[in-house]
């Protein structure tokens, strides 16, 4: 018995292509990721001014690593309702937060620290513009890096936990740098998804990218000032 390709969005002449219907709802969440990793961009800065105004203490490893992933695991859980926008401005406010010691830190201690956030800003911007741009106008399938992306963030969080155990502080250039290519590949990895349907939810994909441009900001702060120190 023949299957009639309309009960799949396509016709006979589309087969294999994404379907009118399927390339709205691609369309819309990019849209709506674009929309809402800017609001949080901008409310992240906001936060991290206050923090600068009120000279905001450094507030340690500890609870920064715990209040990200608390609040990262409630924007997972609440993604798919309207809590999940409350979830993610408390998540994205949060970082602001933690970076606003750090910004004041290259202001007040590093040479040029001004410039140097200043340069860190802008290669941020145009890596993630950049990538962003090459993902939607190839069209390519970034799934091949589903694997380094896993294993890399599996690493990065024995870093991390190595790091608040050993002192790495030698070895922070090379991790720096590390940290800025897992990064731009889960921009790319992400930003696939997105165009290839394999992620449908706006909150989930912001909260990724966001973290991404968080990450790369923050190691490049390391590597601008270590260089120009």
């Known amino acids: 018995m023949q299957q009639d390709p309309a009960r799949f969005g396509q016709s006979s002449t589309t087969a294999g292509r994404p379907s009118a219907r399927e390339l709205i709802a ?45 609040l990262l695991f409630l924007t997972h859980a609440t993604r798919n309702s309207a809590f999940g926008l409350v979830s993610v401005f408390a998540l994205t406010g949060f970082m602001g937060l933690t970076l606003g010691p750090i910004l004041s830190f290259y202001l007040t201690g590093v040479p040029n620290g001004g410039q140097v956030i200043m340069s860190a800003l802008a290669t941020t911007a145009i890596a993630f513009v950049g990538l962003s741009a090459y993902a939607l106008a190839s069209g390519r399938d970034f799934s091949f890096l589903r694997g380094f992306v896993l294993v890399g963030i599996v690493g990065l969080l024995g870093v991390i936990i190595a790091s608040l155990l050993f002192d790495l502080s030698a070895y922070q250039a090379v991790i720096s740098g590390a940290i800025i290519l897992l990064m731009g590949a889960l921009i790319l990895f992400q930003t696939g998804q997105i165009v290839h349907g394999g992620e449908t939810n706006y909150i989930s994909a912001t909260v990724t990218l966001y973290v991404s441009i968080y990450n790369i900001f923050v190691s490049l702060l390391q590597l601008f000032g270590m260089s120009n120190d």
């Open 26 to 70: 691609t369309h819309r969440v990019l849209r709506n990721t674009y929309l809402l990793l800017a609001a949080t961009l901008l409310f992240s800065a906001a936060m991290a001014g206050v923090a600068m105004a009120i000279n905001m203490p450094y507030l340690g490893p500890w609870v920064t690593l715990g209040g990200f992933f608390a």
